[in-house]
Nanobody, 118 residues
Framework: VQLQASGGGLVQAGGSLRLSCVAS????????VGWFRQAPGKSRMFVAA????????YYADSVKGRFTISRDNAENTLYLQMNSLKPEDTAVYYC????????????WGQGTQVTVSS
């Protein structure tokens, strides 16, 4: 397993969750790591991405100001801090790794469910 995500769960609207993803092997050697999500009945959508150096981040407009992506190089771990959660944030969240920001998803983790109740 090259990307192992965890941290999902059930939370009320307005609450917070932090997702984690441990990277290994080829995924760890990619330049960019990030998060995508897939809501029921919808296609997977980009959420956020960051370089392992931490100098560049990018967010989807729908999560700007609420979500923060970060990484810990020593632990080979990617994080997604999610605050002010909304019911529309309900989805399976996947961590990814890729060569560039234009394609940050050469590798996919197994997904972790986030459910936000109203």
């Amino acid at each position: 397993v090259q990307l192992q995500a965890s941290g999902g769960g059930l939370v009320q609207a307005g609450g917070s969750l932090r997702l984690s993803c441990v990277a290994s092997g080829r995924a760890r050697r990619m330049y960019v790591v990030g998060w995508f999500r897939q809501a029921p009945g919808k296609s997977r959508m980009f959420v956020a991405a960051i370089t392992w150096s931490g100098d560049v981040t990018y967010y989807a407009d729908s999560v700007k100001g609420r979500f923060t992506i970060s990484r810990d190089n020593a632990e080979n771990t990617l994080y997604l801090q999610m605050n002010s959660l909304k019911p529309e944030d309900t989805a399976v969240y996947y961590c990814t790794a890729g060569a560039t920001f234009s394609r940050p998803n050469d590798y996919w983790g197994q997904g972790t469910q986030v459910t936000v109740s109203s």
